[in-house]
């Protein structure tokens, strides 16, 4: 049995929520936060008006500082090294940014994880947001696909593991078989009947995977597999 992980990075990996973080600390947060949570803009534009709000080129220096003083959950590296000894595979899906991704990684020893992200680019001594994984079908509110993400890089016979927290983990939830959720995405998991697993920090995802294979209780959701066909063939 094949098992990939596919986990979100701000508020669930990383402690803090660095996307936020960055742009209430150096740029202009609202009314722009409002208006994505309400609604009237999409999240494309969100991250565009929020990139608007830096200070140029010269942010970028105090975004990597920022990263490299965030922490992540403190049993998070116990847990990939259970992962890997396991055989099994571990993705990062994030509508966050590769800069202070990356940066946090490195702190930690962890960039041999494949992630998959948004980007910054500076153009004229301006930052801009770049979305390579973003999909013109994908309605959701993350401008990088995780749902796509999560599709490409599984087969039919993998049994698909989400870990996150918040608006950017609906859609890929919806289509997974196992759910670890806090915050945001449990409310949603609640109020949408997705079955999952609350947790507070890795070590708590450990114990529960380590006794569901124990107990052999591993298999696919129906409706997530019936989710992924039906993604499939609208893409």
Request: negative net charge; charged residues 25%; contains cysteine.
């Given at each position: 049995m094949n098992i990939r992980f596919f986990v979100d990075f701000d508020g669930t990996i990383c402690l803090d929520d660095l996307g936020d973080k960055i742009f209430i600390e150096l740029g202009k947060f609202e009314p722009h936060h409002s208006q994505l949570v309400n609604k009237e803009i999409s999240i494309k534009e969100y991250w565009k008006r929020l990139c608007n709000t830096l200070d140029g080129e010269s942010s970028?220096?105090?975004?990597?500082?920022?990263?490299?003083?965030?922490?992540?959950?403190?049993?998070?590296?116990?847990?990939?090294?259970?992962?890997?000894?396991?055989?099994?595979?571990?993705?990062?899906?994030?509508?966050?940014?590769?800069?202070?991704?990356?940066?946090?990684l490195k702190k930690y020893n962890l960039e041999t994880i494949t992630r998959y992200c948004n980007e910054m680019r500076v153009f004229e001594g301006k930052i801009y947001?770049?979305?390579?994984?973003?999909?013109?079908?994908?309605?959701?509110?993350?401008?990088?696909?995780?749902?796509?993400?999560?599709?490409?890089?599984?087969?039919?016979?993998?049994?698909?593991v989400y870990i996150g927290d918040g608006y950017s983990d609906f859609c890929p939830a919806?289509?997974?078989?196992?759910?670890?959720?806090k915050k945001n995405l449990a409310a949603y998991c609640n109020q949408e009947k997705i079955p999952h697993y609350p947790f507070k920090n890795f070590f708590e995802i450990k114990s529960i995977m380590i006794d569901t294979l124990k107990k052999r209780k591993i298999k696919k959701r129906n409706i997530a597999s019936i989710n992924r066909k039906n993604a499939f063939e609208r893409e």
């Open positions: 970028l220096n105090d975004i990597k500082s920022i990263a490299s003083k965030s922490e992540i959950d403190y049993y998070f590296k116990d847990f990939h090294k259970w992962v890997l000894e396991n055989n099994f595979e571990i993705f990062i899906v994030s509508d966050g940014f590769s800069i202070y991704i990356d940066e946090v947001p770049y979305f390579p994984e973003a999909q013109e079908t994908c309605n959701c509110l993350s401008a990088s696909c995780k749902r796509n993400i999560v599709l490409n890089n599984s087969n039919d016979d993998d049994i698909i919806e289509h997974s078989d196992i759910v670890f959720a």
